[in-house]
């Protein structure tokens, strides 16, 4: 396992953050989800699981490791917020 600083991705776009910060939970989550295959983060409403998802994707991008055979799955309610995360996750990750 590669060894990395959440607050320090190549690939995430911290402009686009409160403060230019992951919040701990955030950090936290990345960390584990980056490291961890098959997790999933069923955090509440509000609590940021679209910028902990760009997070992900840009640790794996910075290690040149998206997986293929290991798709990544976001679920959403409705076409409205797919379109939204969407967008989201195109903020978050601008390369």
Not at 13 to 38: C, N, S, V, W
Not at 78 to 93: E, K, N, P, V, W
Request: proline share 6%.
């Amino acid at each position: 396992m590669q060894e990395f600083d959440v607050h320090n991705l190549r690939s995430f776009d911290y402009g686009t953050l409160a403060g230019g910060r992951f919040k701990p939970h955030q950090a936290e989550g990345i960390a584990i989800m980056a490291t961890t295959p098959k997790t999933l983060c069923a955090d509440p409403t509000g609590a940021g699981k679209t910028v902990q998802a760009g997070g992900v994707l840009a640790v794996l991008a910075d290690w040149r490791n998206l997986p293929r055979d290991r798709p990544a799955l976001v679920v959403t309610r409705g076409r409205h917020l797919a379109a939204q995360t969407a967008a989201d996750l195109a903020r978050y990750l601008p390369g």
